[in-house]
């Protein structure tokens, strides 16, 4: 089985404009995740996906593998899926370009649901972790999953899932970790569907997967770090990486 990761990369952002190129230590915060991505030692190759030729040559000026994006793209699964039309792989393990703490062992675990699918079943794996504070739990920038008991995705959702009526059980909530993993004809087949209701109302481009009837199987991990989307939460990082110093 061939599995590669491939990291989206958009030089611009709403809330942080730049944010893959700012510094983190002594690097930017997208080589932070695509050298801890290969630090895993889990992939057969590694590439940045980018739009950006800032981004492409600071990837490639380091080392590293990065390929620029045709079109336009509305996210980044249509970004990568571009990318692997003519590369020869069974798994593509998206990692967000943002999440700079990337670790072996949450993506080990991701993987490990395709490796132990002998009939081929699982088509998209992602994923999460236990959520308890109750201000993240009403965040809406903190993508909700409720899940079934075979760990396969019901609904994800910015608002509160499950929604606590009477207050007299304690719901395990679960925030969806934009970490991806898809057989590739399964990307492909993502990108020729249009977009849906729920994904454009809840501006969260997996429900695509859920509105067409394919299953996604959630994997629990442990935190994964900070995914960078402010200047705060660069702030964050920074503080993370001088204690693990």
């Known amino acids: 089985m061939k599995i590669v990761a491939m990291i989206p990369a958009r030089y611009s952002a709403t809330r942080f404009p730049a944010k893959l190129m700012q510094i983190l ?3 930017t915060v997208i080589r932070h995740t695509h050298d801890n991505t290969l630090a895993t030692e889990l992939f057969d190759d590694v590439f940045v996906v980018t739009d950006s030729e800032i981004i492409y040559d600071e ?3 380091n080392g590293g593998k990065a390929v620029m994006s045709k079109g336009h793209h509305e996210s980044g699964s249509d970004r990568i899926a571009e990318a692997v039309l003519a590369i020869d792989v069974d798994v593509i393990v998206n990692v967000q370009g943002d999440e700079p703490f990337v670790k072996r062992e949450p993506l080990e675990r ?3 649901v395709f490796v132990d699918d002998e009939d081929n079943n699982v088509q998209v794996a992602s994923l999460m972790q236990v959520l308890t504070d109750d201000k993240l739990i009403l965040d809406p920038n903190y993508v ?3 899940v079934d008991r075979n ?3 019901l609904m994800f959702s910015r608002s509160v899932i499950p929604y606590n009526r009477d207050g ?3 719901p395990t909530y679960y925030e969806h970790i934009g970490v991806y993993a898809f057989r590739k004809h399964a990307l492909i087949k993502f990108t020729n569907w249009s977009m849906t209701p729920l994904e ?6 997996c429900l695509r997967y859920l509105e067409n009837g394919v299953p996604i199987k959630m994997v629990v991990t442990d935190y994964m770090g900070i995914e960078i989307d402010t200047p705060e939460d660069l702030e964050k990082a920074a503080s993370i990486l001088d204690f693990e110093k």
Do not use: M, P
Not at 200 to 205: P, R, T, V, Y
């Open 200 to 205: 454009s109302a809840e501006k969260i481009e």
């Open 144 to 146: 909700k999953v409720a």
């Open 25 to 27: 230590g002594n690097k």
């Open 59 to 61: 990837i490639t000026n």
């Open 110 to 112: 991701l993987i490990s």
């Open 168 to 170: 007299k059980i304690k």
């Open 151 to 153: 760990w396969n995705a």
